[in-house]
């Protein structure tokens, strides 16, 4: 069993930047791959970016490819998205995901977190 919770959502203006933090639990964090969802208002959920058990690999959704970075540190039991250039149409509520074996970026995902809202103003 793993439980996962973010931080680091919050409030900023277009163009500037947050950092989600997914604390995991449990002592076999590496044995899991790791993504990140979000979920708009009215929306369904969507794909945002996905990491390999030990982060050598990497996946990202078009609609965020250069300006989001997904990465971990396993010693922290941790997976970051770093989010820059951040416009008003990525709000929506982001949830980290956690995948026993090899990454994913379909929503085939075995542990979710509570999600962690992120609104950027126009």
């Known amino acids: 069993q793993v439980q996962l919770v973010e931080s680091g959502g919050g409030l900023v203006q277009a163009g500037g930047s947050l950092r989600l933090s997914c604390a995991a639990s449990?002592?076999?964090?590496?044995?899991?791959?790791m993504g990140w969802f979000r979920q708009a208002p009215g929306k369904e959920r969507e794909f945002v970016a996905a990491?390999?058990?030990?982060?050598?690999?990497?996946y990202y959704a078009d609609s965020v490819k250069g300006r989001f970075t997904i990465s971990r540190d396993n010693a922290k039991n941790t997976v970051y998205l770093q989010m820059n250039s951040l416009k008003p149409e990525d709000t929506a509520v982001y949830y980290c995901?956690?995948?026993?074996?090899?990454?994913?970026?379909?929503?085939?995902?075995?542990?979710w977190g509570q999600g962690t809202q992120v609104t950027v103003s126009s």
């Open positions: 449990g002592r076999t964090f590496s044995s899991y791959a």
């Open positions: 995901a956690a995948r026993l074996g090899v990454v994913t970026t379909l929503s085939e995902y075995n542990y």
């Open positions: 990491i390999s058990r030990s982060g050598g690999s990497t």
